[in-house]
Every structure is written in C-alpha cells, then in structure tokens.
C-alpha cells in the first residue's frame, strides 16, 4: 500500500535554527546542533551535551499569558505550526475545519515542567504546584494546542514511539 505525502507547508524549531531557512542554510553548511548544556547545570549528570533549542522566542507566536501555560515543547509546537501555515500560505477561513487535523510526534513531552513542578512540590509542598501541570505535560497537549490555535477540528492524535515518531507521525 502506497500513500501520498504533500508537504505544503514548513516550520522549524530545531537546535539549528528557528525558522527553516536558518536550519536548512545551517544543515547545508554541515553544521552540527549538538553542544555542551546551557539550560542547566550538567555537575551532576555524565553527558554534557545535548541539542538544545536555543535561539526560539515563544512571543513571536503567543502572548505572555499562553507562554506560561504551555510547557516549552508545546511552544515549539505553535512556532513550527505557525510557519508552516504561513509558509502554504493558507487561507484559514476558506478550509473545512473537520477535515483539517493535526498529527504531532513527541518523544516526551512536558519533561521541562514535570521537573519544575517537583522541586516546587519537595521544596514548598503540594499547595505550590501548578493547577496546569497535567495539562502542560501529556504529550498530546503540542496537537491540541496546535488544534486549539488553528481551529482545527478533524483529527488530532499525539504520535509516541521513540527514535520512530517522526516517521509514524508522517505515516499516519
């Protein structure tokens, strides 16, 4: 069985870069995203490099208010969709909202949150945690933002499978 795959639009946020140009130059550069951590204090833990996103401003695609209810990767979430609807410059009024879908694949998500959140709970007890923690930290929570923010209405599924996501996220 063969599917067609039409990609008409593109978004990138990725340690190479924010936007597509910038990674596509960077890739044909032959650069490399891996580098020594900056989020955090790589003392305690054995590697000390990662592919970090470093140069993403989450404003550029959402107000103050949703930056802090979402976790990081559901921003990166919004940014890459964002450019990418711009990018196929489509016209979101002129789509059918129930056949427009959204299919993301995350590996983990909200792990930045889940962190933040327990050294609040051991630090100042459970009365200090988020209310949102759950909703910042399934990983399904990046295509129903996308959703939410696009106004799509067809599917909306969250693609968990390891190093294969991206591909079962594509194939289905």
């Known amino acids: 069985m063969k599917k067609r795959v039409v990609i ?8 190479l870069g924010s936007q597509v140009s910038t990674f596509w130059e960077r890739v044909k550069e032959g650069r490399c995203g891996i580098d020594f951590i900056e989020a955090f204090d790589t003392e305690q833990y054995q590697v000390k490099v990662a592919g970090e996103v470093k140069d993403f401003n989450p404003e550029i695609y959402l ?4 930056t802090r209810r979402m976790d990081r990767y559901s921003q990166f979430a919004i940014g890459a969709a964002v450019q990418a609807v711009e990018d196929a410059k489509l016209d979101l009024d002129q789509i059918c909202q129930e056949r427009f879908g959204v299919i993301i694949g995350s590996g983990i998500g909200g792990i930045g949150t889940l962190e933040k959140e327990h050294e609040k709970l051991l630090e100042r007890g459970p009365g200090r945690v988020s209310p949102l923690l759950i909703p910042m930290i399934i990983t399904n929570m990046a295509a ?3 959703a939410i923010r696009f106004g799509a209405k067809g599917v909306c599924s969250n693609v968990v499978t390891a190093c294969a996501t991206g591909t079962n996220a594509i194939g289905d």
């Not at 008409?8 to 340690?15: L, R, V």
């Not at 107000?63 to 949703?66: F, L, P, V």
């Open 144 to 146: 129903g933002n996308v």
């Open 8 to 15: 008409t639009g593109m978004g990138a946020i990725t340690p």
């Open 63 to 66: 107000d103050r208010r949703e």
